[in-house]
């Protein structure tokens, strides 16, 4: 766990798991040697042997009375076509409340896009049924999102739909929102397609500092230097490529803590130019 406060705003990182294995089953440009190359990586994001630090956890926002959790992760005893996501038992939900956040006290769940390691503790089976797990939450969906991987028919994507997504929608407890929707004066979306057709990245601003929460707009902070590197799971490569780009102009050397979702710890830092590019600097304090 880590916490850090932006104004009165603050961060809680809650880690579901840490993995290092090769960046080529989601950057299929990250191998081994490409990696190697990038020395500026480690220690933090990658080991000399070129093989990558990656993380899947949750950022739970604290902003004007809200508790909102910002993705959940892949969650326990679901069945996934990649092994080792597979009918996981992670400590995840009780790490969650020895962080200081018990389930009832969560007020809103946002998910970035509708990916299966983003919507996974959105329910928990109870009983043989998949019911939502902060049941005193409203679960904030995009509109975009929702009304393209409702439809959905292959294997990978529909199993996280019915059993993470639709159970929250069929309880009434989802609100379809806009990429731009504003969940207090310090914490609003912002649109970032491309990785998927409705993603959307989290901006909070409060008190003269400011932080940004990626999403999958980045998997990893090597795609600061490269920014044409594409997720092999991006639904449009052309419009993720042009999105990582945009978004490396918009935040490059300005005060801005950027939160990798996917970034090992310390998973935050700034970006910053070097040698007519980018690069991710990691955040120390």
Same mark, same amino acid.
């Given at each position: 766990?880590?916490?850090?406060?932006?104004?009165?705003?603050?961060?809680?990182?809650?880690?579901?798991?840490?993995?290092?294995?090769?960046?080529?089953?989601? $950057?299929?440009?990250? /191998?081994? %040697?490409?990696?190697?190359?990038?020395?500026?990586?480690?220690?933090?994001?990658?080991?000399?042997?070129?093989?990558?630090?990656?993380?899947?956890?949750?950022?739970?926002?604290?902003?004007?009375?809200?508790?909102?959790?910002?993705?959940?992760? $892949?969650?326990?005893?679901?069945?996934?076509?990649?092994?080792?996501?597979?009918?996981?038992?992670?400590?995840?939900?009780?790490?969650?409340?020895? =962080?200081?956040? *018990?389930?009832?006290?969560?007020?809103?769940?946002?998910?970035?896009?509708?990916?299966?390691?983003?919507?996974?503790?959105?329910?928990?089976?109870?009983?043989?049924?998949?019911?939502?797990?902060?049941?005193?939450?409203?679960?904030?969906?995009?509109?975009?999102?929702?009304?393209?991987?409702?439809?959905?028919?292959?294997?990978?994507?529909?199993?996280?739909?019915?059993?993470?997504?639709? *159970?929250? @929608?069929?309880?009434?407890?989802?609100?379809? @929102?806009?990429?731009?929707?504003?969940? /207090?004066?310090?914490?609003?979306?912002?649109? /970032?397609?491309?990785?998927?057709?409705?993603?959307?990245?989290?901006?909070?601003?409060?008190?003269?500092?400011?932080?940004?929460?990626?999403?999958? $707009?980045?998997?990893?902070?090597?795609?600061? =230097?490269?920014?044409?590197?594409?997720?092999?799971?991006?639904?449009?490569?052309? %419009?993720?490529?042009?999105?990582?780009?945009?978004?490396?102009?918009?935040?490059?050397?300005?005060?801005?803590?950027?939160?990798?979702?996917?970034? =090992? /710890?310390?998973?935050?830092?700034?970006?910053?130019?070097?040698?007519?590019?980018?690069?991710?600097? =990691?955040?120390?304090?």
């Amino acid at each position: 766990m880590n916490r850090w406060e932006i104004g009165r705003v603050r961060i809680t990182r809650v880690v579901e798991m840490e993995t290092v294995s090769k960046g080529t089953f989601v $950057l299929p440009d990250a /191998t081994l %040697e490409n990696i190697q190359r990038e020395a500026w990586l480690q220690p933090c994001f990658a080991e000399p042997s070129g093989r990558v630090r990656m993380s899947i956890h949750a950022l739970v926002l604290e902003s004007e009375g809200r508790r909102i959790v910002v993705d959940t992760c $892949l969650g326990n005893d679901k069945p996934r076509m990649n092994p080792p996501w597979n009918m996981l038992q992670t400590a995840f939900l009780r790490d969650l409340e020895q =962080a200081g956040f *018990p389930r009832d006290s969560i007020t809103h769940v946002l998910c970035t896009h509708l990916h299966v390691d983003h919507v996974g503790w959105n329910t928990m089976l109870v009983e043989g049924r998949w019911v939502p797990t902060f049941a005193r939450a409203r679960y904030l969906i995009g509109r975009k999102e929702w009304a393209h991987w409702s439809q959905a028919t292959d294997k990978f994507t529909k199993d996280p739909i019915d059993d993470s997504v639709r *159970p929250v @929608v069929d309880a009434g407890l989802a609100d379809l @929102v806009e990429d731009t929707h504003r969940l /207090t004066s310090e914490v609003w979306l912002e649109p /970032t397609p491309g990785h998927t057709p409705g993603h959307f990245s989290v901006r909070i601003a409060s008190q003269g500092q400011d932080a940004v929460i990626t999403g999958d $707009l980045m998997h990893h902070p090597v795609q600061c =230097a490269h920014p044409e590197w594409n997720c092999g799971f991006d639904s449009f490569p052309d %419009e993720a490529r042009a999105t990582r780009r945009a978004f490396l102009e918009r935040y490059g050397d300005r005060p801005v803590l950027v939160f990798g979702t996917h970034f =090992a /710890t310390p998973s935050v830092g700034h970006i910053v130019t070097h040698a007519g590019g980018y690069r991710f600097r =990691a955040f120390e304090g």
